[in-house]
């Protein structure tokens, strides 16, 4: 599976972003998706994961409140809208995937190439 995000760039502080991902594969799958992020200097940290049927979803501290993801099976395509932007944001972003809902919070087994969010104060 390749999953390749769109979205994010420069963003200035207190505005909006939307990510986007998209999964390809071959036939229908059952997979959790979700977003990592990696500021300069910093590890890995979890944003939000959603479920296949999207009755789970869950967010990073850092996210709660301010970001919302979703996602449209019919397009293997998640989102991240992210709101009230910090500098703090600044980061790149990661799309994710596995078939275990713990696991795409902890370490996912698929992982996109990452797309910049550089928010500017």
């Known amino acids: 599976v390749q999953l390749q995000a769109s979205g994010g760039g420069l963003v200035q502080a207190g505005g909006s972003t939307r990510l986007s991902c998209t999964a390809s594969?071959?036939?229908?799958?059952?997979?959790?998706m979700g977003w990592f992020r990696q500021a300069p200097g910093k590890e890995r940290e979890f944003v939000a994961a959603i479920s296949w049927s999207g009755d789970r979803i869950d967010y990073g501290d850092s996210a709660r409140g301010r970001f919302t993801i979703s996602r449209d099976n019919a397009k293997n395509t998640i989102y991240l809208q992210m709101n009230s932007l910090t500098p703090e944001d600044t980061a790149v972003y990661f799309c994710v995937e596995d078939r275990n809902w713990v696991m795409v919070q902890r370490g996912p087994a698929e992982w996109g190439q990452g797309t910049q969010v550089t928010v500017s104060s």
């Open positions: 594969r071959r036939a229908y799958s059952n997979y959790a």
